[in-house]
């Protein structure tokens, strides 16, 4: 049974850094690629965030330039480094992975709070 829990969570002032990160569990075969979605208030789930396993990333337009997304292939870590952080940021943080054969896994989800 694979697993994927995130850390790292919490409330942060306006301009602040949080780092979140995912744990990967349980016997999997190979990952795709893993990234960070969000769900803020009344607002759909949204990419943040990915990493393929040969390190290409990809990131939403609203978090360019100040979120860093990160891998350890050899442990199953995801890391996902955010800076300059704004109360728009304030949302449920999920890590996903990809298997290398297509399977969807989620985690449960942080909360973030971006508040003064």
């Known amino acids: 049974q694979v697993q994927l829990v995130e850390s790292g969570g919490g409330l942060v002032q306006p301009g602040g850094s949080l780092t979140v990160s995912c744990a990967v569990s349980g016997s999997i075969l190979g990952i795709n690629s893993m990234g960070w979605y969000r769900q803020g208030p009344g607002k759909e789930r949204e990419l943040v965030a990915s990493i393929t396993s040969g390190g290409r990333t990809n990131y939403a337009d609203s978090v360019k330039g100040r979120f860093i997304i990160s891998r350890d292939n050899a442990k199953n870590t995801a890391t996902l480094q955010m800076n300059s952080l704004k109360p728009e940021d304030t949302a449920i943080y999920y890590c996903?992975?990809?298997?290398?054969?297509?399977?969807?896994?989620w985690g449960k989800g942080t909360l973030v709070t971006v508040s003064s």
């Open positions: 996903n992975l990809i298997s290398a054969f297509g399977l969807d896994y």
